[in-house]
């Protein structure tokens, strides 16, 4: 392996240096006066309790977990199925989940500095407010790309140079590098799980109690510091929409990096690298796409107060993509080779993979603009949901519901054309390569991303400081873009999960030893319909328990306006801490379960029901939890800018309309029912999807079919029962061919069959040449033509269950006739017929790639032209094994 690798956790490291050079520029930015510095302390509070609540409940569910990988990782498999892990396996998951644990925690710390320094910075002007909001975004998404670079490199540079120095990429230390390398990725998913799902759950619980009764029933403004909810509710949106976010995208960094390394490591190739380019390269992808985003970090500014911001941050997130996709140009062509196939498909080479990059940059680039148009303001998808709220609450919610199936089909489309667009230039690798160019420009994506919820906590505060008018303009500017950059930043975070999941898929299909999943058996169609099940039982839970938390934020909310006299005269400080206390207890209690669904729903059915099952299982929550997170991540996020248009007023059938009146109060219950459908159950779906599948993976060796864990050896699955007489292998009895399945071979009872010298030198140490040819015995034409008997077919039936056994092999057919006749006649009758057997076997299941076919005519005879036992014996169809 070449010493490039070592640029992967060097470029993790700039990240993070970065990160601390911009987290001290923020904190050292004027923080305001002492009210907002005591409103501020409050948030920052409520986050670090949430935090260290949540991180004891994980503690005890890390721990454990850890100690069964542990003890999974000493197991050695049998002969037919080796489990190439070990003990080391629970060291890296333990380190996945505390970094995944870090980098949300790095986003928290930095928004809860960020949100009052950039209301103080409104107090001066737009621009300013711009950048010390998205620097603390820029903090948080350089952070967590800098921590997922770092961790996957250095890891797996540890794990080789333990497991593996010096040794093949697809020798079997190798193979436990990688396996031992999941774990990384099991840790950093299950975090950002119960990081997405509680603080989900808290924000929502805290946001859904602030609106229903300071809103609505009260009257006052959403952040008025006299509603005794609006300091959890501003402690939600960093637990939620920061330190989950956060998590949740390291995850997906992490596990779309670790996908298309695994299906790598099942590429044989000659290239300057020791054959492990096809390993390097998401990783590097990775490296320069950090690289590009901090660079791209310095070109989101504006000038003036009419300046647009989110063409600033158009203009930032394109030129990540833009320096992303030269850089992986260079990367590409300068580290693969021009010859690469996985698991015996279409060959492709260098450009091939280059292209499915830009497919998978292309993917991402429309998701987020599909989202943004579903979303923002000023939008159809928008504008109908507002003018349903001119007749009442249930319009508003039916209108929203209809927005939200409706924006699932383009994104649907764009996702279907993604994947088979990246499959057709690189097949599986592909696929999932295209997820990694998805993923590079992710610290971008989650600047932009954590850049709204700094800007909605500083809106807040600027209405609870009462601060003047056009303060709180700056900071509703800065909100308005915010919420739509969230509603894209989930967009993206889906579409990435989506090719991610089938990266892992394709993953765990090769780990567990499937070919194919059939849904004629019936438990695999029972399986596929309890995984399109699952996200709804999934979304229902986190949707009930936002509920269960917010009935309680309501009556203590009530409570409180009732029993604390001075309140509403701000003679009185509410009691927030109350509040805060509500939403932590209800978010930690109610975030088990939908965690444990993910967790274990695939161990139970792998074990239980077999691989086959479980990949049918896979198929249904992919699909079913991918439609599922667009419908309400789209919805939610469509009701919330409805519902934000009545600020600057909304005209509906001719008459304007502003806040508290009654269209208005429908579009606050519209949000409110969308809330937990963008913040909560529809952000989560991605991680949902996303564990499920790193689960399978992981366990994919413990269950594997017999000979399932390494393709390269699929040869030793056959079984050759032969009886012979001496060493040039004459037969002197019938004999079959029997295959690991289960099905047998007929092949000829004398001579040297086709079947048993191609097994043998496919299974022989013997490199491939232009001499060694093997001649089918049993094939009969019609006289003069081309066209084969029936006869033909089970001879030809056993060279395709060869080549379907042997993946990775390479044919060449040769047709030949003897002297008799015209020549030129001759040699098409040989191409034809070689042609027709090449047909034949691709109709029987052959990749067309893997067969080549070329007519000699009468050259290369094998016996004497002047007999017709000769001349029969020249008539014949050959093969040679190009590659094995």
Same mark, same amino acid.
């Given at each position: 392996?070449?010493?490039?690798?070592?640029?992967?956790?060097?470029?993790?490291?700039?990240?993070?240096?970065?990160?601390?050079?911009?987290?001290?520029?923020?904190?050292?930015?004027?923080?305001?006066?002492?009210n907002?510095?005591k409103?501020?302390?409050y948030i920052?509070?409520?986050a670090?309790?949430?935090?260290k609540?949540?991180?004891?409940?994980?503690?005890?569910?890390?721990?454990?977990?850890?100690i069964?990988?542990?003890?999974?990782?000493?197991q +050695?498999?049998?002969p +037919?199925?080796?489990i190439?892990?070990?003990?080391?396996?629970? *060291?890296?998951?333990?380190?996945?989940?505390?970094?995944?644990?870090?980098a949300?925690y790095?986003?928290?710390?930095?928004?809860?500095?960020a949100n *009052?320094?950039?209301?103080?910075a409104?107090?001066t002007s737009?621009?300013?407010?711009?950048?010390?909001?998205?620097?603390?975004?820029?903090?948080?998404?350089?952070?967590?790309?800098?921590l997922?670079?770092?961790?996957?490199g250095?890891?797996f540079?540890?794990?080789?140079?333990y497991?593996?120095?010096?040794?093949?990429?697809?020798?079997?230390?190798?193979?436990?590098?990688?396996e &031992?390398?999941?774990?990384?990725?099991?840790?950093a998913?299950?975090?950002?799980?119960?990081?997405? *799902?509680?603080?989900?759950?808290?924000?929502?619980?805290?946001?859904?109690?602030?609106?229903?009764?300071?809103?609505?029933?009260?009257?006052?403004?959403?952040d008025?510091?006299?509603?005794?909810?609006t300091?959890?509710?501003?402690?939600?949106d960093n637990?939620?929409?920061v330190a989950g976010?956060?998590?949740?995208?390291?995850g997906?960094? &992490?596990?779309?990096?670790?996908?298309?390394?695994?299906?790598?490591?099942?590429?044989?190739?000659?290239?300057?690298?020791?054959?492990?380019?096809?390993?390097?390269?998401?990783m590097?992808?990775?490296s320069?796409?950090l690289?590009?985003?901090? *660079?791209?970090?310095?070109f989101v500014?504006?000038?003036?107060?009419?300046?647009?911001?989110?063409?600033?941050?158009?203009?930032?997130?394109?030129?990540?993509?833009?320096?992303?996709?030269?850089?992986?140009?260079?990367?590409?062509?300068?580290?693969?080779?021009?010859?690469?196939?996985?698991?015996?498909?279409? #060959?492709?080479?260098?450009?091939?993979v280059?292209?499915?990059i830009?497919?998978?940059?292309?993917v991402?680039?429309?998701?987020?603009?599909?989202?943004?148009?579903y979303?923002?303001?000023g939008?159809?998808p928008?504008?109908?949901?507002?003018?349903?709220s001119?007749?009442?609450?249930?319009?508003?919610?039916i209108?929203g519901?209809?927005?939200?199936?409706e924006?699932t089909?383009?994104p649907?489309?764009?996702l279907?054309?993604g994947?088979?667009?990246?499959?057709k230039?690189?097949?599986?690798y592909?696929?999932?390569?295209?997820?990694?160019?998805?993923?590079?420009?992710?610290?971008?994506?989650?600047?932009?991303?954590?850049f709204g919820?700094?800007?909605?906590?500083?809106?807040?505060?600027? +209405?609870?400081?009462?601060?003047? #008018?056009?303060?709180?303009?700056?900071?509703d500017?800065?909100?308005?873009?915010?919420?739509?950059?969230a509603?894209?930043?989930?967009?993206?975070?889906?579409?990435?999960?989506a090719?991610t999941?089938?990266?892992?898929?394709?993953?765990? &299909?090769g780990?567990?030893?499937?070919?194919?999943?059939d849904?004629?058996?019936?438990?695999?169609?029972?399986?596929?319909? &309890?995984?399109?099940?699952?996200?709804f039982?999934?979304?229902?839970l986190?949707?009930s328990?936002?509920?269960?938390?917010?009935?309680?934020?309501?009556?203590?909310?009530?409570?409180?306006?009732r029993e604390?006299?001075?309140?509403m005269?701000?003679?009185?400080?509410p009691?927030?801490?109350?509040?805060?206390?509500?939403?932590?207890?209800?978010?930690?209690?109610?975030m088990?379960?939908?965690g444990?669904?993910a967790?274990?729903? #695939?161990v139970?059915?792998g074990?239980?029901?077999g691989?086959?099952?479980?990949?049918?299982?896979?198929?249904?929550?992919?699909?079913?939890?991918?439609?599922?997170?667009?419908?309400?991540?789209?919805?939610?996020?469509?009701?919330?800018n409805a519902?934000?248009?009545? +600020?600057?007023?909304?005209?509906?059938?001719?008459?304007?309309?502003?806040?508290?009146?009654?269209p208005?109060?429908?579009?606050?219950?519209?949000d409110?029912?969308?809330?937990?459908?963008?913040?909560?159950?529809?952000?989560?779906?991605n991680?949902?999807?996303?564990?499920?599948?790193i689960?399978?993976?992981?366990?994919?060796p413990?269950?594997?079919?017999?000979?399932?864990?390494?393709?390269?050896?699929?040869?030793e699955?056959?079984?050759?029962?032969?009886?012979?007489?001496?060493?040039?292998?004459?037969?002197?009895?019938?004999a079959?061919?029997k295959? =690991?399945n289960?099905?047998?071979?007929?092949i000829?009872?004398?001579?040297?069959?086709?079947?048993?010298?191609?097994i043998?030198?496919?299974?022989?140490?013997?490199?491939? =040449?232009?001499?060694t040819?093997?001649?089918?015995?049993?094939?009969?034409?019609?006289?003069g033509?081309?066209?084969?008997?029936?006869?033909?077919?089970e001879?030809?039936?056993?060279?395709?269950?060869?080549?379907?056994?042997?993946?990775?092999?390479?044919?060449k057919?040769?047709?030949?006739?003897?002297?008799?006749?015209?020549?030129n006649a001759?040699?098409?009758?040989?191409?034809?017929?070689?042609?027709?057997?090449e047909?034949?076997?691709?109709?029987?299941?052959?990749?067309?790639?893997?067969?080549?076919?070329?007519?000699?005519g009468?050259?290369?005879?094998?016996?004497?032209?002047?007999?017709?036992e000769?001349?029969?014996?020249?008539?014949?169809?050959?093969?040679?094994?190009?590659?094995?």
């Amino acid at each position: 392996m070449n010493n490039i690798i070592y640029l992967v956790p060097a470029f993790g490291v700039v990240g993070l240096l970065y990160t601390a050079w911009r987290f001290s520029w923020v904190s050292s930015q004027p923080v305001g006066d002492a009210n907002m510095q005591k409103l501020s302390g409050y948030i920052a509070d409520g986050a670090i309790a949430f935090l260290k609540a949540e991180w004891k409940i994980l503690a005890y569910f890390a721990i454990p977990t850890a100690i069964i990988l542990g003890y999974l990782g000493t197991q +050695e498999g049998t002969p +037919e199925n080796p489990i190439h892990s070990s003990p080391l396996i629970a *060291v890296a998951f333990l380190i996945g989940a505390l970094l995944s644990a870090t980098a949300g925690y790095i986003g928290m710390r930095v928004a809860t500095k960020a949100n *009052v320094r950039t209301a103080q910075a409104a107090r001066t002007s737009l621009a300013k407010a711009l950048e010390v909001s998205f620097t603390g975004g820029s903090v948080m998404g350089m952070g967590v790309a800098g921590l997922a670079v770092l961790g996957l490199g250095g890891l797996f540079i540890a794990f080789y140079n333990y497991f593996a120095a010096g040794k093949a990429l697809t020798s079997d230390e190798m193979k436990t590098a990688i396996e &031992v390398l999941a774990g990384f990725s099991l840790g950093a998913e299950s975090i950002a799980l119960f990081a997405r *799902v509680g603080g989900g759950i808290y924000t929502k619980a805290a946001d859904v109690g602030a609106d229903l009764v300071g809103k609505v029933e009260a009257g006052i403004p959403e952040d008025d510091v006299r509603n005794p909810a609006t300091i959890a509710d501003n402690v939600g949106d960093n637990v939620g929409d920061v330190a989950g976010m956060g998590a949740d995208l390291f995850g997906s960094y &992490v596990a779309t990096i670790l996908a298309t390394m695994v299906l790598g490591q099942e590429i044989e190739v000659t290239d300057n690298y020791g054959g492990f380019s096809p390993v390097l390269l998401p990783m590097l992808i990775a490296s320069v796409g950090l690289l590009a985003s901090l *660079v791209s970090t310095f070109f989101v500014r504006i000038k003036g107060e009419t300046s647009s911001v989110q063409n600033a941050l158009n203009i930032g997130n394109w030129a990540s993509i833009a320096i992303t996709l030269v850089a992986c140009y260079f990367l590409v062509t300068n580290l693969l080779p021009e010859n690469m196939v996985l698991r015996g498909g279409k #060959p492709f080479g260098a450009m091939d993979v280059f292209y499915a990059i830009l497919v998978g940059l292309a993917v991402g680039t429309l998701m987020s603009m599909i989202t943004e148009y579903y979303t923002a303001m000023g939008k159809r998808p928008v504008l109908s949901i507002i003018e349903k709220s001119g007749t009442g609450h249930a319009t508003n919610i039916i209108g929203g519901l209809a927005v939200g199936m409706e924006s699932t089909v383009l994104p649907i489309l764009t996702l279907a054309a993604g994947i088979i667009l990246s499959y057709k230039f690189a097949g599986l690798y592909g696929v999932s390569i295209a997820a990694a160019g998805m993923m590079a420009t992710t610290a971008m994506q989650l600047a932009i991303d954590a850049f709204g919820p700094i800007a909605d906590n500083a809106g807040g505060i600027a +209405e609870m400081s009462q601060l003047p #008018p056009e303060v709180r303009e700056r900071t509703d500017n800065l909100d308005a873009v915010g919420n739509t950059t969230a509603a894209t930043g989930k967009g993206f975070a889906i579409a990435s999960a989506a090719l991610t999941s089938l990266a892992l898929f394709a993953a765990f &299909v090769g780990i567990a030893g499937i070919t194919q999943i059939d849904i004629y058996k019936a438990d695999v169609l029972a399986g596929l319909f &309890v995984g399109g099940m699952i996200p709804f039982i999934f979304s229902a839970l986190c949707i009930s328990a936002v509920g269960k938390a917010a009935m309680e934020m309501v009556n203590e909310v009530r409570r409180q306006f009732r029993e604390i006299p001075g309140i509403m005269e701000y003679k009185t400080e509410p009691e927030y801490e109350k509040c805060v206390a509500i939403s932590t207890e209800a978010s930690i209690k109610q975030m088990i379960l939908p965690g444990a669904i993910a967790l274990i729903t #695939p161990v139970l059915v792998g074990f239980t029901m077999g691989p086959e099952v479980l990949g049918g299982l896979l198929a249904g929550v992919t699909v079913s939890g991918v439609l599922m997170g667009i419908f309400q991540s789209n919805a939610g996020g469509a009701w919330d800018n409805a519902k934000k248009s009545f +600020e600057k007023g909304v005209m509906i059938d001719g008459q304007m309309y502003f806040k508290k009146s009654e269209p208005h109060k429908a579009s606050v219950t519209g949000d409110t029912v969308g809330d937990p459908f963008k913040d909560t159950s529809g952000p989560s779906m991605n991680i949902l999807i996303k564990l499920m599948s790193i689960v399978s993976l992981v366990i994919a060796p413990y269950i594997a079919v017999k000979g399932g864990h390494n393709h390269t050896k699929a040869k030793e699955t056959i079984e050759v029962n032969v009886t012979k007489e001496n060493n040039s292998g004459t037969i002197t009895s019938a004999a079959t061919l029997k295959l =690991d399945n289960g099905l047998e071979m007929n092949i000829a009872a004398n001579g040297n069959p086709i079947e048993v010298g191609l097994i043998d030198f496919i299974r022989s140490d013997k490199p491939v =040449d232009k001499t060694t040819w093997f001649d089918f015995d049993r094939l009969l034409f019609e006289t003069g033509k081309s066209t084969l008997k029936p006869e033909s077919q089970e001879q030809l039936k056993n060279v395709s269950e060869i080549m379907k056994a042997f993946p990775a092999v390479n044919i060449k057919l040769g047709g030949y006739t003897d002297n008799t006749g015209d020549a030129n006649a001759n040699l098409k009758l040989s191409a034809d017929r070689a042609k027709a057997v090449e047909g034949e076997l691709v109709a029987m299941g052959v990749a067309t790639e893997r067969i080549d076919s070329e007519g000699y005519g009468d050259q290369y005879p094998v016996a004497d032209n002047t007999t017709e036992e000769g001349r029969a014996k020249n008539r014949r169809i050959s093969i040679r094994v190009t590659k094995k």
